[in-house]
């Protein structure tokens, strides 16, 4: 082949390299077009990785609150917080009410700090049935009275409203049932009512002296419950102070013609209140002045039924020498040796017995005292 020949050739071939503007421009719409359909694709991907990663470090930043919490650690607390763990995150119980019960004042003031909800209402842990805030919470929180003020007054300045009040419930009414007078003067200060029965509850007589020499009738009147009751059974001054086992103010409220024998709320009357208060001597007296010792309460709790469960010795001894029935049985036809046996009070079971207590009564299903008591009262028992 000549030389013409082959530059002929050459020029003949297909130059598979060599673009035209319209190819070009088909060549990107086609690109185009695919990164389109691709495109959504790999964002949705790449944002479901991102999900899923912030998401396991969110899990990690709520273990690590957890553990703080539980554990009182204030540094992984910080840490937690500042990694976005919400201080209001509910697991079971809200954080702050996890530091509440367990008394960890650092964690809490970082939770705080952090916008910690103030205002949720959670079932309390040995409170009253309607629950409350976190206010509410530290009143009855399961710490010693230095603790629970330190965490009143930082919620309090926190912004927490003293004067909320749940279920016709106030924080008073709280320290009311916890008779801690520490707690209630600092509710004082910020404007809770502080009326007689907040006096005799926390046995405040020269207080409360005055009032009822002013005002005799007071000592028939009707104050808050501490529980529900029936209208118009709310305690009197004179059943407040049983309850507490103030003596004192009790004698005082009695010269000044208090009334004894009137029924004290929707199941009990003042030989249940001076029974709670531990007082057997106010039990015996108030037996001798006609109080009957086996008032059938709204569910058949009998003073001596009501307080096997809790009582000294030397009050279920005043309430037997009074006369108390060992053998009464309740609304679920328990005695009261049913419910000391189950509680392991080996001495109580021993008073009852010697009464004469029936050891093989049995409650509605059947069981006795036997049945539902710890190994050593079984022996006790037999």
């Not at 004192?248 to 208090?258: P, S």
């Not at 058949?300 to 279920?316: G, I, K, T």
Request: glycine share 10%; net charge neutral; aromatic share 4%.
């Amino acid at each position: 082949m000549t030389a013409t020949e082959q530059d002929q050739s050459v020029k003949d071939r297909p130059n598979y390299l060599r673009f035209g503007l319209g190819q070009i421009f088909v060549l990107f719409f086609v690109l185009a077009i695919l990164a389109a359909l691709i495109a959504p694709r790999i964002r949705t991907a790449y944002r479901s990785v991102q999900i899923d990663r912030r998401s396991r470090q969110l899990e990690a930043t709520y273990r690590d609150l957890d553990a703080a919490v539980r554990n009182g650690n204030a540094g992984l607390a910080k840490a937690a917080i500042e990694a976005g763990a919400d201080p209001n995150m509910k697991r079971g119980e809200s954080y702050l009410r996890g530091c509440i019960e367990r008394g960890h004042l650092e964690v809490m003031a970082l939770l705080l700090s952090a916008g910690a909800d103030l205002e949720t209402n959670e079932r309390l842990q040995g409170g009253l049935t309607a629950g409350g805030p976190p206010l509410f919470a530290a009143i009855v929180a399961p710490q010693p009275t230095t603790t629970r003020l330190n965490m009143l007054k930082m919620l309090i300045d926190a912004g927490a409203d003293p004067l909320i009040t749940i279920g016709g419930r106030s924080g008073m009414s709280h320290a009311v049932k916890e008779g801690n007078t520490q707690i209630a003067d600092l509710l004082r200060k910020h404007g809770l009512d502080y009326g007689p029965r907040e006096m005799v509850a926390f046995n405040r007589l020269d207080e409360v002296r005055p009032i009822v020499e002013q005002n005799p009738e007071i000592l028939r009147q009707r104050f808050s419950p501490i529980y529900g009751t029936d209208p118009g059974l709310g305690p009197t001054l004179l059943g407040t102070a049983l309850w507490h086992g103030h003596r004192e103010i009790a004698y005082f409220l009695v010269g000044g013609r208090a009334q004894m024998g009137v029924r004290e709320g929707s199941s009990s009357n003042t030989v249940h209140r001076a029974e709670k208060g531990g007082a057997p001597d106010w039990q015996g007296r108030l037996v001798s002045d006609g109080v009957g010792v086996d008032p059938l309460a709204t569910r058949q709790d009998r003073p001596l039924l009501d307080c096997v469960w809790h009582a000294s010795p030397e009050v279920v001894s005043a309430l037997i020498e009074s006369g108390a029935d060992v053998n009464a049985q309740r609304f679920d036809g328990k005695t009261s040796l049913h419910l000391a046996a189950s509680r392991n009070r080996s001495r109580i079971v021993q008073l009852i017995l010697d009464a004469g207590a029936d050891p093989s009564l049995t409650d509605r299903d059947g069981k006795t005292a036997a049945d539902v008591a710890a190994p050593a009262i079984v022996e006790l028992l037999r």
